[in-house]
Every structure is written in structure tokens, then in C-alpha cells.
């Protein structure tokens, strides 16, 4: 495809100027909350971002004269592969743009049609910047949910499909080890409410973490789902009832008041994850909870959780003739147009993975499984 000057030229010589200017006006993504961005990188593979020796540390320690356990060499040569990159197109087509000229004929100011040509280039520039930094709140909340990155074909129809991506999160319970019983009445379930303890599933989570491995949660991390069901367990309402930091005693269970009870005994509080994304495929959108699925509270530590890693864009290296550029949150942005077929193109890229840095000091716990994660 040949590229040639943006139609909106006299306006996209500064693109990089708009995106600094216009940075508020982007959607604000999930994935800062836990992660924080690396420098850019000229190479980037799975086996940086989850880390060569934490993948090469994951041999099994077997008595002398045993044999080797066999490991799957698919799985080694998909954590050696290089990270794709994410992509996302939009195009003004030829329709668009004789609405264009019908306004640009039409008996207007300059500053109207400065106006408006910014308000066209923008659109497209802060749709495929979100786009992108959507993938990588999908990833984000994948990782933190469940430990793993699972990029198939319905998360990602029109792509690569590595597959599942293991972040090598060791610690992942099932709600037997969680609840330190055996009995399935005390599951987060909303048939439960009235036996489930979730307060001293938390409490016996953390001590046992404290005690055992050395490690402070601060955080528990679920779905809104998941805490309304927490928050009309019998427990949390009795244990709330008299305690002179919440207002309204039981009869407001709210997170604010559940999280004085667990930070005045302590304890890590809890904090909801909502993040939504939207699927495209065949033209049509579907959204998504990228958080794996309700059942899974994450106990964390303190501070960011990890890093996104990312590399340079090889046209940030060798830039293409009449193609104008900008970054905007690490995603780069280009522009261009094309005579035929006819189109104004801009694109978003960047490759990026998240790297799971609190890998050892993290519990996935599986709320509604009584033996099995």
C-alpha cells in the first residue's frame, strides 16, 4: 500500500502538539491502577516480560538418580516468541470525505474549519489510542484474575492466537484452603450468605500468608459481583453491627464501612475491579469482563503489581516518507492517505505485555470451588 499525505496535512504536521494537548480527553485505562509502563525496549518477548529466570527457575527438584520430569517444548517456544504487536486501522472512507468538501465549500470561516478538521482528526487519533490501551486492560486484568493471558479466538478474532500464557502465579487456592475448611456451605455463594465467612477466610488467608511466607497483603482485589454477595453475608452484617466505625450499623454494610472493620483488625481491605472491553469481530462489538470470572479474589501486596513491557515501534526507528507521527501514552500514532482505493487512514501500535513482578507474593484464591482452583 502507498502511502501519501494526509488530507488533513495543514493540520497533522502538528499531531504530536493535539495528542499533548488532548492526553485528558483519552479514556482513562485499567491497567495503571496496578501496573506500571517500562521503558521502551528494542526487542520484547514472553520470556522478558515474565522473566527468563522465573521460567527457567520452574524446573522440578527431584531426588538423586531420578529421572528429569519432561516439559513441554510448546510451551517453551511460545514464552521465547517475540510479542505481537497490537494494531488497530480506522478509515475515513470516500463518502466522509466529500462531506468534507461539501463544508469546506460552504461558505465558512477558517477557525470553523480548523475546528472541524481537528474535531475529524482527533476522533479517529483517541479512538485507536483507546483501542489500543484496551488490549492491554484485557491483558492487565487476565493477569491479575487468574494468573494467566489467554489471547484466542475470541478474544482476539482477527489475530495471532498464542493461546494461554502462563504468568507463573504459585500461589492459586481453592476455597477449601481459603475458608482452612472442608465444608461447601461456606463458599461466597449467594445461596451461602447466611454460613459463608468470608471475614475469617480473609483473616485466615492473611495470617497464614504472614506467617508462613513472609508476605503483607494490603489489598483483596474482586469483582462488584462478587463483594454484593460478600457484603450480605450474615457474617459482615453481625460483625458490623456495634462497631463504632461504621454509620448506620447493620443496616449499611457498604465497602466503606466493611473496609474500616478490616484495616481497624488489620487486615487487607477490599478493593472492586470493574473493567469492560469490547470485542470486534465481523463488524460487530461485543463487550466483555477481561476479568477471568467472578469467582477469583486476587489478596496483593501493597504498590504496583507489575510492568507493562513494551518495545519501540520500528517506524519510531525508520519512519515512512509522508506519514505523520505521534505518541500518545506509548501508543504511536500515525497518519496518512492513500489514492487508491481511495482512504485517510490512522493507526494505533504498540507492542506491549504485562510483567507480573508480584508474581510469589500474590493469592489467587477460587471463591466458589470447594477442592479445585
Same mark, same amino acid.
Given at each position: 500500500?502507498?502511502?501519501?499525505?494526509?488530507?488533513?496535512?495543514?493540520?497533522?504536521?502538528?499531531?504530536?502538539?493535539?495528542?499533548?494537548?488532548?492526553?485528558?480527553?483519552?479514556?482513562?485505562?485499567?491497567?495503571?491502577?496496578?501496573?506500571?509502563?517500562?521503558?521502551?525496549?528494542?526487542?520484547?518477548? #514472553?520470556? $522478558?516480560?515474565?522473566? @527468563? %529466570? !522465573?521460567?527457567?527457575?520452574? &524446573?522440578?527438584?527431584?531426588?538423586?538418580?531420578? *529421572?528429569?520430569?519432561?516439559?513441554?517444548?510448546?510451551?517453551?517456544?511460545?514464552?521465547?516468541?517475540?510479542?505481537?504487536?497490537?494494531?488497530?486501522?480506522?478509515?475515513?472512507?470516500?463518502?466522509?470525505?466529500?462531506?468534507?468538501?461539501?463544508?469546506?465549500?460552504?461558505?465558512?470561516?477558517?477557525?470553523?474549519?480548523?475546528?472541524?478538521?481537528?474535531?475529524?482528526?482527533?476522533?479517529?487519533?483517541? #479512538?485507536? $489510542?483507546?483501542?489500543? @490501551? %484496551? !488490549?492491554?486492560?484485557?491483558? &492487565?486484568?487476565?493477569?491479575?484474575?487468574?494468573? *494467566?493471558?489467554?489471547?484466542?479466538?475470541?478474544?482476539?478474532?482477527?489475530?495471532?492466537?498464542?493461546?494461554?500464557?502462563?504468568?507463573?502465579?504459585?500461589?492459586?487456592?481453592?476455597?477449601?484452603?481459603?475458608?482452612?475448611?472442608?465444608?461447601?456451605?461456606?463458599?461466597?455463594?449467594?445461596?451461602?450468605?447466611?454460613?459463608?465467612?468470608?471475614?475469617?477466610?480473609?483473616?485466615?488467608?492473611?495470617?497464614?500468608?504472614?506467617?508462613?511466607?513472609?508476605?503483607?497483603?494490603?489489598?483483596?482485589?474482586?469483582?462488584?459481583?462478587?463483594?454484593?454477595?460478600?457484603?450480605?453475608?450474615?457474617?459482615?452484617?453481625?460483625?458490623?453491627?456495634?462497631?463504632?466505625?461504621?454509620?448506620?450499623?447493620?443496616?449499611?454494610?457498604?465497602?466503606?464501612?466493611?473496609?474500616?472493620?478490616?484495616?481497624?483488625?488489620?487486615?487487607?481491605?477490599?478493593?472492586?475491579?470493574?473493567?469492560?472491553?469490547?470485542?470486534?469481530?465481523?463488524?460487530?462489538?461485543?463487550?466483555?469482563?477481561?476479568?477471568?470470572?467472578?469467582?477469583?479474589?486476587?489478596?496483593?501486596?501493597?504498590?504496583?503489581?507489575?510492568?507493562?513491557?513494551?518495545?519501540?515501534?520500528?517506524?519510531?526507528?525508520?519512519?515512512?516518507?509522508?506519514?505523520?507521527?505521534?505518541?500518545?501514552?506509548?501508543?504511536?500514532?500515525?497518519?496518512?492517505?492513500?489514492?487508491?482505493?481511495?482512504?485517510?487512514?490512522?493507526?494505533?501500535?504498540?507492542?506491549?505485555?504485562?510483567?507480573?513482578?508480584?508474581?510469589?507474593?500474590?493469592?489467587?484464591?477460587?471463591?466458589?470451588?470447594?477442592?479445585?482452583?
Amino acid at each position: 500500500m502507498s502511502r501519501v499525505q494526509s488530507l488533513f496535512n495543514k493540520w497533522t504536521t502538528e499531531l504530536q502538539f493535539m495528542v499533548d494537548e488532548n492526553m485528558d480527553a483519552l479514556k482513562e485505562p485499567f491497567f495503571p491502577r496496578y501496573f506500571r509502563m517500562g521503558p521502551p525496549k528494542n526487542n520484547l518477548t #514472553y520470556a $522478558t516480560a515474565i522473566g @527468563r %529466570s !522465573r521460567i527457567e527457575a520452574a &524446573a522440578s527438584v527431584v531426588e538423586h538418580g531420578s *529421572e528429569a520430569p519432561l516439559r513441554s517444548r510448546n510451551y517453551l517456544d511460545l514464552v521465547s516468541g517475540k510479542v505481537a504487536s497490537i494494531k488497530v486501522k480506522r478509515k475515513m472512507d470516500e463518502q466522509e470525505y466529500r462531506d468534507w468538501l461539501t463544508l469546506q465549500n460552504a461558505q465558512t470561516t477558517d477557525d470553523l474549519m480548523k475546528q472541524r478538521a481537528i474535531e475529524l482528526i482527533w476522533e479517529d487519533v483517541e #479512538y485507536v $489510542t483507546n483501542s489500543v @490501551r %484496551s !488490549r492491554v486492560d484485557i491483558m &492487565a486484568a487476565q493477569a491479575l484474575s487468574k494468573g *494467566e493471558i489467554t489471547i484466542d479466538s475470541t478474544t482476539n478474532p482477527d489475530g495471532v492466537v498464542p493461546g494461554t500464557i502462563d504468568l507463573l502465579v504459585k500461589n492459586k487456592i481453592a476455597s477449601n484452603t481459603l475458608t482452612n475448611s472442608t465444608s461447601a456451605d461456606r463458599r461466597w455463594l449467594s445461596t451461602n450468605t447466611s454460613t459463608a465467612t468470608p471475614i475469617a477466610d480473609i483473616q485466615h488467608t492473611a495470617r497464614q500468608a504472614w506467617k508462613n511466607k513472609g508476605i503483607v497483603f494490603d489489598r483483596v482485589l474482586m469483582t462488584p459481583e462478587k463483594f454484593w454477595i460478600v457484603q450480605s453475608c450474615d457474617e459482615v452484617q453481625n460483625l458490623l453491627k456495634g462497631f463504632v466505625g461504621v454509620t448506620n450499623g447493620s443496616f449499611n454494610p457498604s465497602l466503606g464501612n466493611l473496609n474500616a472493620y478490616l484495616a481497624a483488625n488489620d487486615l487487607p481491605v477490599i478493593e472492586l475491579v470493574n473493567v469492560r472491553a469490547s470485542i470486534e469481530s465481523d463488524g460487530k462489538l461485543t463487550s466483555i469482563d477481561p476479568w477471568a470470572d467472578k469467582k477469583y479474589v486476587t489478596f496483593v501486596p501493597a504498590g504496583d503489581l507489575g510492568v507493562i513491557h513494551n518495545s519501540i515501534a520500528i517506524e519510531q526507528v525508520a519512519p515512512v516518507e509522508n506519514v505523520d507521527y505521534a505518541v500518545a501514552g506509548n501508543v504511536l500514532v500515525s497518519k496518512w492517505s492513500q489514492t487508491e482505493p481511495f482512504g485517510e487512514f490512522t493507526r494505533g501500535e504498540l507492542a506491549a505485555f504485562p510483567g507480573l513482578e508480584a508474581a510469589d507474593q500474590m493469592y489467587i484464591a477460587n471463591t466458589e470451588h470447594q477442592t479445585t482452583f
